[in-house]
């Protein structure tokens, strides 16, 4: 037995909550239906010796027989006293001598003209009520009513009741303990089941998932498993394919070098202009894997937080402008449109040029490299405290179930068609991590096959 399970605990803690409410209930019940039944014993005893002494008043004297034919139907004995404290009359139900119920200091107590109204316990271990009046005239002791009344029949009642109370704790107990197993096997069985789920996720088998059968915190809980399996899988998946497209990425590139490099030194060309052509490769070839490489370790640092902004105060719109026109002749190669669309005001940003002439131009060159006819249209929305700059072109679009992934490195949508427009995938995660720096925000919305709009928003001022 694993006395730190969860529902051990559980079923513990409720077991003594159970048994100390049902033990207090108990009790607590007991005391007051006792009090009760005995009090109501005294309170009858005291009124039956009151009707006594009215009749022993009124009659001088109250026939035996009278007495005795009450005392055996109100199950009670009752003893009548002189003036001198001896008994005059009493009733035959009585199996003991008044002696034994009646002490001296009652009798003295009757005689200072007091009643009196205790509870006795005989030499033989049985309980009795004795409720006495005296009757008095002009202050001189007459004489006495005494009523006994056996305690017997009460016990034996609450006898009865207790052992009823006893058997509907047990009852209560039992229904209590299933019901508190039920629960906690209820509520901790999900929880084993998170357990042997993260066990299985930390030894590598990232496509274990846990079953989410409620909105509860649990609920929340094993779908916070469910997504931190996911990103694991998906972190591992893009690591691996990382590795691939990058030894992909370098190889295709050194292969050229190598293979043209080596057609230039031995002549293996037959005119100049062929010789020419192959030079052309060997530098084009040059360039994408310096920029690879050099996109490469901007990430690395930027992730490293190695890469400190310098930002200052920029006027947006010649900022933008400018940029524009540096990827204008891009676009008219394709026969795309740039547009601009600004307010007429003086809009200030704040920011690191450079890096934001990065971000841009990264944003523009996908919109172009994106596109295959239309417009890419560059508009700023001045806000109180941000600004908007979106970036929206008419070209392939991105399906929606790419989206979230868009922004992590090496992400390419269709492999195939980076490759085909020469992308690594590092331009949007270099992008955002910018983005981030500048205290700013970039979303995404794309409809497939119509078009794709970049959203940034960047602050005016210094934070
Ligand atoms: P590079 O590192 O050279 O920028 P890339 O353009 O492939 O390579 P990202 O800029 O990170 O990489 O873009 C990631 C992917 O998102 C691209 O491969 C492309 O499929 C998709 N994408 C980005 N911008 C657009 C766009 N404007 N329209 C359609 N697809 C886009
Ligand atoms: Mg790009």
């Known amino acids: 037995m694993k006395w730190n399970r969860v529902d051990m605990k559980l079923g ?28 109501k014993s005294h309170e009858e005893n005291m009124e039956l010796a009151a009707h006594f002494l009215k009749m022993a008043n009124t009659q001088h004297g109250i026939n035996p027989d009278a007495i005795t034919t009450m005392a055996e139907f109100s199950k009670v004995g009752i003893h009548v006293l002189d003036a001198t404290g001896a008994i005059a009359s009493r009733s035959s139900n009585m199996e003991q001598p008044l002696e034994q119920y009646l002490t001296p200091s009652m009798l003295h107590v009757l005689q200072k003209g007091q009643s009196i109204d205790t509870e006795i316990t005989t030499a033989t271990g049985q309980g009795f009520i004795i409720s006495g009046l005296p009757l008095m005239d002009r202050d001189i002791f007459q004489g006495s009513v005494i009523m006994t009344a056996s305690l017997a029949p009460i016990v034996a009642f609450l006898h009865n009741i207790r052992q009823l109370l006893l058997i509907l704790c047990i009852v209560g107990m ?11 096997r209820k509520l901790t069985k999900p929880i084993q089941q998170m357990v042997t789920a993260t066990r299985n996720i930390a030894i590598g088998h990232l496509d274990t998932r846990v079953t989410v059968s409620s909105k509860d915190e649990i609920g929340v809980l094993a779908a916070s498993i469910n997504d931190m399996a996911r990103d694991l899988e998906r972190y591992q998946n ?129 919109a172009i490299r994106y596109t295959d006819q239309g417009s890419i249209t560059a508009s700023i929305e001045p806000g109180t405290e941000q600004c908007r700059i979106s970036i929206q072109d008419t070209g392939i679009g991105i ?22 427009h020469g992308g690594s995938g590092l331009g949007l995660s270099i992008v955002s991590k910018l983005i981030e720096l500048h205290h700013g925000q970039i979303e995404v919305k794309s409809r497939y096959g119509q078009g794709t709009c970049f959203i940034l928003t960047l602050p005016h001022r210094p934070h």
């Open 238 to 366: 893009t690591r691996s394919e990382f590795f691939a497209n990058i030894s992909h990425d370098l190889k295709t590139p050194i292969t050229y070098l190598e293979g043209y490099a080596r057609v230039v030194a031995e002549r293996l060309y037959e005119s100049e202009e062929e010789e020419q052509q192959y030079l052309m490769i060997i530098h084009h070839e040059a360039k994408r894997l310096n920029r690879l490489i050099n996109d490469l370790f901007e990430l690395s640092k930027l992730e490293d937080g190695q890469i400190r902004l310098e930002p200052e105060t920029l006027n947006l719109v010649p900022l933008l402008e400018r940029i524009l026109s540096n990827v204008s002749l891009n676009a008219s190669q394709k026969g795309i449109e740039l547009c601009l669309q600004t307010p007429a005001s003086v809009i200030q940003i704040w920011g690191d040029e450079g890096r934001l002439e990065q971000i841009l131009v990264n944003l523009l060159d996908n």
């Open 399 to 420: 399906p929606e179930v790419e989206l979230p992934y868009l922004f992590d490195r090496l992400y390419r949508v269709e492999k195939s068609r980076s490759r085909q």
């Open 12 to 39: 513990v803690t409720m077991l003594s909550i159970f048994l100390l409410v049902f033990a207090l209930l108990g009790f607590v019940t007991d005391r007051v239906i006792t009090k009760f039944y005995i009090q």
């Open 174 to 184: 039992v229904i209590g303990l299933a019901f508190s197993f039920v629960l906690s």
